[in-house]
């Protein structure tokens, strides 16, 4: 099932950047693996995603040893408080969502004290909700001028969680407006910054961010089925 629920989905990406002239090669495939346990992981690893993305701590730190995300790279997606940044510096590839000052801080002592370089990506609130953590554009703009500021943190782009939307094509203000803050980003040349990654699509939407820019696509319902709360 997962292994043919991946395969579907990278028919459709092609499609969606066929149908906007873009290489198929440019978007990734990041398996947001919440909920599911090592073995499912594996099977999406095997069935062709590109990295794993885990939510919580706990899981990481569980599924990790088992070598669920052996082959791929694996990134940290979910909220991340400070008190469990130790846990997560230097054991994933990538944190794509740093959304506050003080998490971003915390992350730069924790990779200093490592002595490592620790990958990031600044987490847009682009919908500008009270119920959702990350930057505003002001702030993320802000934070990339002041990267040289972090030199065990390299930021390599952005990610966004639009407004639940149940419209047709909803969010594509949303991931307009968050390629625009991309493509600013980008043009300034900041010190320590590598804009290669534009984070944003899931399940319902990820062809509507890929024919906005998106470079990686955040997948979990779509590969694994509807996640149970109840278990
Ligand atoms: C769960 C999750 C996703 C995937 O959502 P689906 O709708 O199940 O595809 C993507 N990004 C983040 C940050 C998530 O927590």
Known sequence: MIKENIAAIREKMTQACLACGRDPKSVLLCAATKMNDAERVKEAVRGGVDCCGENRVQELTQKQPLGAYEGVPVHFIGHLQTNKVKQVVGKVDLIQSVDRPELLLCIEKEAAKQNVVQDILLEVNIGNEESKSGFTKEAVMDIAANM???????????????PICTEENGNCK????????????????????????????????????????????????????ARNYNK
Not at 181 to 186: A, E, L, R, W
């Open 174 to 225: 949303y991931f307009a407006e968050m390629y625009q803050i991309f493509v600013d980003i980008t043009a300034k040349k900041y010190d320590n910054v590598d804009m290669v990654c534009l984070s944003m699509g899931m399940s319902d939407d990820f062809a509507d961010a890929i024919a906005h820019g998106s470079t990686m696509v955040r997948v979990g319902t779509a590969i694994f089925g």
């Open 148 to 162: 040289g500021n972090f030199p065990h943190c390299k930021l390599k782009g952005l990610m966004a969680i639009p």
